[in-house]
């Protein structure tokens, strides 16, 4: 089965500091992968996602994520993190074909 | 378009009632799913439903009923609630039943049980 780890369980950093919260994957086949956000009693909201092509992938608010076949990584990044991008940070896999898995979530602590 | 939308917001059961989550989205979405949230163990999928009709379980199923007569309602009943129903519940929803689209999440239901 397909599954994602995220080993820390709260990052925290000095805003404008760069960031990096960090996901490995385990998966058969190709990996589609996906990076949510939470923001305090709110739903999850989409980031980026990888599908196929360049390694490196945009996504919103300044986000981008390195997509690293050998070392089965994921990792979330941001050059200059914000107070504001305080929040819950979750990897998400597709589980071919209907099924997306989360992992257990990074909270990421900004502080100014 | 008000999105994915999640009712009720609260809900407090005792031991072995029965209840359902509403979960509506006029994004005409093919796929739906329900999650719960439980402190470090992230989102686990319960349901979900690939269009209206169709249904299938998750990695979660157990105490759990989901429903889909038509592609804009997908509600979770839960049969006899048990204490270890406690959890925040989201209603997600994407465009096909390909789950590579964005899931647009509902804002939530705080369930307890008691």
């Not at chain 1, 404008?16 to 949510?36: D, E, M």
């Not at chain 1, 941001?78 to 991008?85: G, I, R």
């Not at chain 2, 994407?94 to 008691?114: A, H, M």
Request: aromatic share 12%; charged share 15%.
């Amino acid at each position: 089965a397909q599954s994602v780890a995220q080993p820390e369980d709260q990052v925290n950093v000095a805003e404008g500091n760069p960031l990096t919260v960090k996901c490995t994957y385990s998966v058969s086949g190709n990996p589609y992968l996906f990076w949510y956000v939470q923001y305090p009693n709110r739903g999850l909201q989409f980031l980026l996602k990888y599908i196929t092509g360049d390694n490196l992938v945009k996504g919103s608010y300044g986000f981008e994520a390195e997509f690293n076949k050998s070392q089965t990584s994921f990792h979330l990044k941001k050059p200059s993190a914000l107070v504001s991008d305080s929040a819950l940070y979750f990897c998400a896999v597709r589980d071919p074909p209907d099924k997306l898995i989360f992992g257990t979530g990074t909270r990421l602590q900004v502080f100014p | 378009n008000a999105g994915v939308t999640q009712t009720p917001k609260f809900q407090v059961l005792k031991t072995g009632q029965s209840m359902t989550l509403q979960c509506a989205q006029d994004m005409n979405h093919e796929y739906m799913s329900w999650y719960r949230q439980d402190p470090g163990m992230g989102l686990r999928l319960i349901h979900y439903s690939v269009g209206a009709g169709i249904t299938d379980q998750g990695e979660v199923p157990n105490g759990y009923n989901v429903s889909r007569s038509t592609t804009e309602d997908f509600p979770l009943r839960l049969l006899s609630a048990a204490p270890s129903q406690t959890s925040v519940y989201f209603c997600a929803s994407s465009f096909r039943q390909t789950t590579t689209d964005t899931q647009y999440f509902g804002p939530g239901t705080r369930l307890t049980v008691l």
